[in-house]
């Protein structure tokens, strides 16, 4: 799929044909000199409903540049830059302006900053009022100097792939304002916190509660993957909720939002190329092939969607261990224990669905779309009916493989009761052997997952240069998740 927005930028004055180098040209065709505006295209989405909205934005943005207008005459020594031109032929794409200015108390101007939302590792998160149309944001602010030149590098790169997307689960970035020292980030607010916070209240989601957040997770990821963007930090923290609402059935539907792109890539070329091995995330969500520094690619998003789904079914992380190191010999074998009674009140379907995505291997993982049409996703466990031909036999397999793998379910289970010294003595019958899985084909087992990706090939990852970034982030991630080592029930 073409890249979107990051280069996208004109790199040649569209009046004075100088080049560029990335941002808009300081020359006559420009009026009167305000502030430095840059501005990105998000990704196409192609419906009206865009089309409305990317109006009332021009709207907005017309409005907004009038009161830059208004702010020139107090800022010295600010330059105003032609903005690139929308056009009709391309109202499917949107403009996250980027503003810079000379001080970073000039955003003020836009907005009353309210109640502290949060400190993140690098600056705060501040609930703020637009001035103009009362609407609540939250912003990042970040001290550029005081967070350093790696963490300046996370956060440009988590500004330039939210600039190119454009999903209802993934956070939406409204603009960016940039001064030498600060730089914030106008994100929409989501006032209910992270998933995390609603998760350690309620302790664990029911299955059709977390259905749902699985639902919209996995349509987010599915998005990122199809645009080539590889999170490779899912985690609670990082699943920010916008809106709840109680059904009729007295179950809580989230509308969650996926944030913190910092670690996020976007992989350009070829398949090969588009691999990566920066050992980067946060270990107990952290993919087999990461902790192995093996070339690795969006599955690693996958496997940790399946973690997240885990937690939020049993209020617990399928792997802990006292020492990180233990942590990634658990992971590396990754065998699934659903031993909790906890677990016996969960489909088979639900179970099924998390050895799909969280098989070691990610030549054999789910992929993102797959997953979209797994049965337990869809609801459609109880409904489905049965195959008619080879063809459908072949499709539901390979979206829901169990057959093959719970017949092997009591000998696992022995193994694990031997495995885990908290495991109770006498052997408890699965889900498995105690029902037949209304969904289970009995097909044989099939290769035919094995060529989706070729994990044997050897590249160097694309962003070199991100190494000690990367590093630095899982040091801060390795702390933000300390507390996973130390108690079994607290997350
Ligand atoms: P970090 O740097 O640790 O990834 P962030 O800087 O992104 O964290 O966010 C810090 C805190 O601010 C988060 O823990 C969250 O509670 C809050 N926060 C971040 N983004 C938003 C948002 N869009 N709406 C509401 N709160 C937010």
Known sequence: MADHGLDDIPTVCPHCTSPQDGLLCVCSAGKSPVLVVEMSQTSSIGSTDIFAS??????RNSSRESSLKDLSIKSSNVERKPQPQRSRSNVTEGKIPHIRMDNGADIEEFYTFGRILGQGSFGMVIEAIDKETGAKWAIKKVNKDKAGSSAVKLLEREVNILKTVKHQHIIHLEQVFE?????????????YGELKEVLDQKGHFSENETRLIIQSLASAIAYLHNKDIVHRDLKLENIMVKSSFIDDNNEVNL???VTDFGLAVQKHGSRSEGMMQTTCGTPIYMAPEVINAHDYSQQCDIWSIGVIMYILLCGEPPFMANSEEKLYELIKKGELRFEDPIWDSISDS?????????????AHRITAKELLDNQW???????????????????????NPESDEDTNTDEETEQRTVYHPSAKTAKQPTDAAKKPDANSVD?????????????TEIK???????GTVSHSAVTKSSLKSATLFRGKKRL
């Open 54 to 59: 990317q109006e009332r934005k021009k709207e």
């Open 350 to 362: 639900a179970k099924n669905a998390l050895k799909q995505l969280m098989k070691v291997d990610p």
């Open 179 to 191: 001064s030498p020292q600060k730089m914030y980030l106008v994100m929409e607010l989501c006032e």
């Open 255 to 257: 509308n969650i939002k």
């Open 460 to 466: 160097a990852e694309p962003e070199k240069s991100s």
């Open 443 to 455: 097909m044989a087992s099939s290769d035919s997952k094995s060529n989706k990706l070729l994990s």
């Open 377 to 399: 996703l869809t609801g459609n466990t109880l409904s489905s009916a049965r195959p008619t031909n080879v063809l459908e036999m072949m499709k539901e397999w390979k979206n």
